[in-house]
């Protein structure tokens, strides 16, 4: 594992003062940490921030938006962004889960001060405010229109509400535990969530009714994605014939990130099993990368990319620190990942 270069702070804000200052970091498995810290000198003959470093290490290029730090010691070096914007108002403390709307309007997010929010994605105008979960909200998305959101919560609940007046215009029940994510089918006639409870349930909207227990894993799911697959992959066939109220099921797979260090692949509609690789910790998170390879991350920091295919083995382990991977999300040629750290 390379070592890990941080910034222990809000660096573009403690270096924003003319002579404000930030506390790095730079960690490698099995040696000390070592620390330094950055300060700003005023600004340079070309108008950026004129920043060094303490001894151990070194400042690169330096933008108004953008800061290249190198530990030439240990060889790594991190180009650290600044935020585009920061809305800070929004909740009171951690921010557990958020979404952005298809077409960009509109934010949701879930926190630990209790409260769900909508807001404006520009400005961070909190436009409405969603009450119904008993306890903690674990996640929340938009559906494809933007018009309507998705939650579950801790208290076995799957909501659905009106982005427009805030109103739960439906509510599920029969998880037994704590719901831990969700996903959307398609245009949203159908909706998945999965549960502490070791089940993943497929749901019909319209007549808000539990359709399948898609699957029932003997330990908490901690996260799913579904996606849609090139032909090449066998999911099986059903037992029974589905309802006529399961919507866009077929030809995809539901990937399942589990308590037990394993992720698994179960054919949506057959419900039979496709897969299942076994991981070096719980498996926290998971997305689809195409229409073959698939993403996942676990709690002791390893990001797997898997070939759906063949699981044997995987393409590729990234693992940047032993933090846990709590989140992914496909982005352009790549993905971002969050860390807790």
Known sequence: MAATLRIQSDWSQALSRDEGEAWLSCRSPGKPTLYGSLTRRGLST?????????????????????????????????????????????????????????????????????????????????????????YDVNCCRFFPSGLVVLSGGMDAQLKIWSAEDASCVVTFKGHKGGILDTAVVDRGRNVLSCSRDGTARLWDCGKSACLAVVADCGCPVNGIAVGTTDGSLNLGSPE????????????????????????????????????????????????????????????????????????????????????????????????????GN
Request: a neutral charge; one cysteine or more.
């Open 240 to 339: 029974q014939p589905p309802s006529e109220r399961e919507v866009g099921t077929e030809g995809k797979v539901l990937l399942l990130a589990r308590e037990d260090g394993r992720l698994q692949g179960v054919g949506l509609r057959s419900r039979q099993p496709v897969f299942l690789f076994a991981g070096s910790d719980a498996f926290n998170c998971c997305t689809f990368l195409s229409s073959t390879r698939v993403l996942a991350g676990t709690q002791d920091g390893n990001i797997y990319q898997l070939d759906v295919r063949n699981t044997t083995s995987p393409i590729q382990i990234i693992r940047r620190s032993g933090a846990p991977v709590l989140s992914l999300l496909p982005f352009r040629d790549g993905f971002i990942a969050s860390q």
């Open 46 to 134: 070309e108008g950026l921030p004129d920043i060094t470093a303490s001894e151990g290490f070194v400042v690169g290029e330096v933008t108004k938006k953008s800061i290249l730090v190198s530990c030439p010691h240990e060889n790594v070096s991190t180009k650290f962004l600044a935020p585009h914007t920061t809305f800070s108002r929004i909740h009171q403390k951690s921010v557990t889960c958020l979404d952005v709307s298809s077409g960009g309007g509109l934010g949701v997010s879930a926190s630990t001060d209790g409260t769900m929010k909508i807001w404006q994605a520009a400005n961070g105008e909190i436009r409405r405010l969603l009450e119904g979960h008993v």
